[in-house]
């Protein structure tokens, strides 16, 4: 690149600041309501959760200030995606084996892979 060059348009060249702002309604629970506002600038992505919770459990958390309220819920988040995720694995890996053939056996087919390998 020679100088006065400008750069090459990459989504994340450091030198063309993009930024990105999505807001949407995640979770509607009885009366807990939970709003996600994504600010992508850079290449760094950071969202905002505004939590709705009932009165009294706002008082209770208020109580309980050494509590990083917003780590738990991170905390929360991950957990449950991560049991989504491995539900749906195992459903996968269930569909797969339900659609194999019950008479097929591991051990024979490597054997017969390898008797033919000499």
């Not at 020679?2 to 807001?23: C, E, M, W, Y």
């Not at 600010?39 to 009932?54: G, L, M, Y």
């Not at 208020?62 to 991170?74: C, G, M, P, Q, Y």
Request: net charge positive.
């Amino acid at each position: 690149m020679n100088a006065g060059d400008k750069p090459p348009h990459t989504p994340f060249s450091p030198l063309q600041p993009r930024v990105l702002i999505k807001t949407y309604n995640v979770f509607t629970y009885n009366t807990v309501y939970l709003y996600v506002h994504t600010i992508c600038v850079w290449v760094t992505c950071v969202s905002n959760v505004t939590i709705r919770v009932p009165d009294e459990l706002k008082r209770r958390m208020e109580e309980l200030r050494e509590v990083n309220w917003s780590e738990v819920a991170r905390r929360a988040f991950e957990e449950t995606i991560q049991k989504q995720e491995m539900r749906k694995a195992v459903d996968e890996i269930r569909a797969m084996r339900s659609r194999s053939d019950p008479d097929w056996n591991g051990a024979v087919e490597i054997r017969k892979w390898r008797d033919a390998a000499r």
